[in-house]
């Protein structure tokens, strides 16, 4: 996993032109959600992997917005930011979904996922 990330990491930074970086960022995002999806199916939470990848998502999020900034293409901006808040949509959706299915005794990711939800609802 670990090397996985470092290697996610390593294509996003060899990324030159920030809008392009900017969409594989919110794409990154869009694989910690796969995490959760498949970590929240088990029956009991691994050592807090849901509220790590949570995290985690918020932050390639922050990432990708941040990434845009630096774009200085005004049309390669307005694509990417209309790809951008298309991404944050359909992951607000899917971490909704996720919200209403936590199972009592299970609450340890909500603040997490309040947090990525929060962060979504600035990027639209």
Known sequence: YLANMALEFTQV????????????????????LQEI??????????NGRVE??????????????NTLKQAGDPLQVEQAAQDLAKKARQYE???????????????????AMEEALKELSTSQ
């Open 13 to 32: 930074r060899l990324m030159s032109i920030p809008s392009v970086r900017a969409n594989v960022q919110m794409v990154l995002a869009g694989r910690r």
């Open 37 to 46: 999806r498949a970590i929240t199916e088990q029956s009991v939470e691994p």
């Open 52 to 65: 790590k990848a949570l995290k985690q998502f918020t932050q390639e999020v922050k990432n990708a917005k």
């Open 93 to 111: 959706e899917e971490l909704l979904k996720a919200k209403a299915q936590v199972k009592p005794g299970r609450e340890v990711g909500v603040a």
